[in-house]
């Protein structure tokens, strides 16, 4: 198989996939890279096996999150190194150095919030090397307007 390939760049989206689209626009990218959606629950559309979440706005219906489970086959880059399969804290190491104040290390769900970028249950269950490091079951990234949404619900 060959390896599906996303960078994630703040504000821009997980390329090729850019947030902001549309479901046909993202249905398009990924029908190029040769990937059908396995899901569709609402406003988020799963492809690979359910490993990659769009998820869409209400009430724009445009993406506003990415969010990445590890998968064999799938590459998620972040600042030119793969993040996906790698520990969990040296992915949260990683995405804080581009943070003026890093949040502090959580195994359950981390936001990093000038980059919106997500992590999301470490645990060695989603490590595919059988190892007992702990790995990130999604790595995700949104939008401005999914930012706005988690700061509505926390209140």
Known sequence: MTELRFELVPMEGALPLRLDQTAAEVA??????GLQPSSDRGQSVYYLENSIQIEFGEATGRSQFIGFANQAGLEVIYGGEKVNGR????VA???GKREDVPPPFDDL???FRQQIL???DADPQYNLTQSNVPIWGQIGIGSPQYLAAIDALKG
């Open 109 to 111: 769900e981390m936001l």
């Open 28 to 33: 398009q990218v990924m029908s190029s890279l």
């Open 118 to 120: 997500t992590l999301w």
């Open 93 to 95: 190491a990683l995405f």
């Open 87 to 90: 520990s969990a804290e040296e």
